[in-house]
């Protein structure tokens, strides 16, 4: 079956579900919300074509509304070995290098268990305190996010497998993150900033512009959905968004995501932060997985110092050990 949408109805159903519906598996909006979401996006005049086969156009639109494919590469990652170069460099207000670690790592995987061992590592400045703790607040989540520090074991179905549901601490920041890479536009427990991270939330719709277009990434032809603050708003009331820029490009036919890009910012009485992240993933055998993340990201918290860092990862050699 082949599926042509320009603008107009037919659109407005299927990648309006692509492009805003809860990429977790979350409830699909409604008909009313998503004719109402499809009257303020902009599209390019190049005409929008998916392929699909087996099932009809109601079926096709569920599948899209509940795919995980961007949150499912980073839990493959879990369940196989592969190389990764890591660099972090932290940076002071001048943007002078404080502190810097490189390093070339590796994660071996026999089913269920996982380790990392890192065979090069390079560490320059105070990256590190006297008793060997990280320095810096950046790299503590950095380490969380991608170390494994011991052996760990999870069987697949095992409810740690899944992302934690009522964390604290360490755990609670880290969760906030997956919720703006994995299903960016959800409402994230941020102080002071409320509902503004749910950019598809009808309050938030003034403040953005919405569009989908057509594009060529690395030599894949893609859609790109892109949600940007309106000028106006960005230049002289910046406070109405935490979510400047959003671009999300999924692979023409099997609307597979392939890359991500974010930039996130908001300035309040606790806290200032301007982040730029962007993640790149790449199909090794069945499977895809993150290829690269880079990351760009000023934070300061009250009582703390600020902390400017920037790091990129690299993943490769992707198999079973």
Known sequence: MKLVCKPGPAISRWFICLCMGCRLGGPSLSAQEIESIYQIIQLDSITIRAEKEGFDI???????????????????L?????????????????????????????????????????????????????????????AKLYDRMFFTQDTVCIPEGDPAFS?????????????????LIFNP?????????????AIFEKEMWPYYDYSIGSDTLEGQPSYVFTVQTKKEY?????????????????????????????????????YHFNVNMDIDLIKTGE????????????????????EHAKFKIRFSQFKND
């Open 185 to 197: 536009g959800k409402k994230a427990n941020v102080p002071l900033i409320g509902n503004k991270t």
């Open 163 to 179: 992302v934690e549901t009522d964390p604290e601490g360490m755990e609670k920041h880290v969760l906030e993150l997956k919720k």
């Open 58 to 76: 109601d079926d096709f639109i569920d599948l899209v509304i509940r795919d995980k494919s961007f949150y499912e590469a980073f839990q493959h």
């Open 287 to 306: 499977f895809y997985y993150p290829q690269m993340i880079t990351y760009d990201g000023i934070w300061k918290v009250a009582s703390k110092k600020m």
């Open 78 to 138: 879990r369940t196989i070995g592969y190389t990764f170069q890591n660099e972090i460099l932290m940076l002071d207000r001048k943007m002078e290098k404080m502190a810097s670690y490189q390093s070339m790592a590796r994660q071996y995987y026999k089913k269920p268990c996982r380790y990392m061992t890192e065979e090069t590592r390079d560490v320059q400045g105070r990256f590190f305190t006297k008793k060997g703790d990280y320095k810096y607040y950046t």
């Open 234 to 270: 960005l230049l002289h009331n910046p406070g109405k968004t935490v979510i400047k820029n959003l671009q999300t490009w999924f692979a023409k036919g099997s609307l597979q995501i392939l890359k991500r890009k974010y930039t996130l910012a908001a300035n309040t009485l606790l």
